[in-house]
């Protein structure tokens, strides 16, 4: 069954920590892999997006990194802001299908405090 | 940010009633997808089409359906509604132009329905 995990369901940091979130997915055959970041109230919005032979990638203060052999990935917040405030999700993309279907991890709440 | 719109945003209504989730883009978009999320939990698919006259079921059974007349629009409807469908319903479009391995999905506000 294809799964995508989340680690850990919750975080709470100060701002300006650093913080990694972590995902471990079964899908297959995999195609891609987006983290999200869904502010409350409002729809997702891609951070970043991998696919089978990249292993990092960054947009700003977000790392996001892939180990296809393993099937993990992590997210790494640099130097965190209040803004950061959000639900981050993984997704994952399988080749199988016209649709490109996803599958969503139940996301990591994080909680930034000043 | 995405040219994808979602109204109303926020909807509180009876049981029983009719109601229509609006959901348009104006990217050209063939793919739309609606999703639904419960607080804490994954969204999950409930209803896709890959252009004009086509709507499929997703992955979770909904007792709403869909139209596709127009390319970039893609209602949802719930013909009478209920206490169990409180939830968040969110819409999605993508192109698959392009690199087919991206597929990116670009998504709406959402819409909070709450049914008493």
């Known amino acids: 069954k294809n799964q995508v995990e989340q680690s850990p369901q919750s975080l709470i940091i100060l701002e300006g920590k650093n913080c990694t979130l972590q995902?471990?997915?079964?899908?297959?055959?995999?195609?891609?892999l987006r983290w999200y970041k869904q502010d409350t109230g409002r729809g997702p919005v891609s951070l970043t997006i991998?696919?089978?032979?990249?292993n990092t990638k960054s947009n700003g203060r977000y790392t996001a990194t892939l180990d296809a052999d393993t099937k993990q990935s992590s997210l790494h917040i640099t130097a965190s802001q209040l803004s950061d405030s959000a639900s981050y999700i993984c997704?994952?993309?399988?080749?199988?299908?016209?649709?490109?279907?996803?599958?969503f991890g139940r996301g990591t709440q994080l909680t930034v405090w000043p | 940010e995405a040219d994808i719109y979602q109204t109303p945003r926020y909807l509180v209504i009876g049981t029983g009633k009719k109601i229509t989730l609006e959901c348009s883009q104006t990217m050209g978009h063939d793919k739309m997808y609606w999703y639904q999320q419960d607080p804490g939990m994954e969204l999950h698919l409930i209803h896709y089409?890959?252009?004009?006259?086509?709507?499929e079921k997703g992955d979770l059974s909904s007792e709403s359906t869909v139209s596709r007349i127009r390319t970039e629009h893609f209602p949802l409807t719930l013909e009478s509604a209920r206490p169990s469908h409180t939830s968040q319903y969110l819409c999605?479009?993508?192109?698959?132009?392009?690199?087919?391995?991206?597929?990116?999905?670009?998504f709406g506000p959402g819409t909070r329905l709450t049914v008493l």
């Open positions: 999605a479009s993508s192109d698959q132009r392009g690199l087919a391995d991206y597929n990116e999905q670009f």
């Open positions: 089409s890959y252009g004009v006259n086509s709507t």
């Open positions: 991998m696919t089978f032979s990249e």
């Open positions: 997704v994952v993309s399988d080749r199988g299908s016209t649709l490109g279907r996803l599958y």
């Open positions: 995902c471990n997915y079964t899908v297959s055959p995999f195609s891609n």
